[in-house]
């Protein structure tokens, strides 16, 4: 049985590698190889909820078999990622915190709360909102992105 409590990017790189090393298979994870696997397996993922319309969350009419596919294939997007990270030499639990600081700073409390809205119209709100109040934040989400 799998011991999954706790487990970290740290853990599931560091098995990754070893399970690559131990078949030989450094030689084919190549990054340009490990994104095609990882497209691949988010087409895995969406071919599990193809067909269905919208699914309510918790997946409350699914069978257990069809949780456990979901999983599955969860993970090969998980494992090709992380994998990919660590060939590439980025620490994907540092630049995911950090991305999550960017978006923080992106998409402030203030400006996005209930709204689906994408940065550009937000931004342009934001702009419409300093035009009237000069004490607006919205210069720290106008980074051109
Ligand atoms: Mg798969």
């Given at each position: ?29 190549s990054p340009r190889n ?112």
């Amino acid at each position: 049985m799998v011991e999954a409590e706790g487990v970290t990017l740290e853990e599931l790189r560091k098995r990754m590698a070893e399970f690559a090393r131990e078949r030989d298979w450094d030689q084919f994870h190549s990054p340009r190889n490990l994104l095609l696997a990882l497209v691949g397996e988010v087409g895995e993922l969406s071919e599990v909820f193809q067909w269905k319309g919208e699914v309510p969350r918790g997946l409350p009419d699914w069978k257990e078999e069809e949780k456990e596919h979901l999983g599955e294939e969860l993970s090969d997007v998980l494992l090709y990622l992380v994998r990919l990270a660590d060939i590439c030499g980025v620490d994907l639990g540092k630049a995911a915190l950090r991305k999550m600081e960017l978006n923080a700073i992106k998409y402030p409390v203030k400006l996005c709360k209930g709204s689906s809205e994408k940065h550009a119209e937000i931004n342009d709100h934001g702009t419409a909102a300093a035009a009237a109040d000069s004490s607006s934040t919205t210069n720290i989400i106008d980074d051109g992105v």
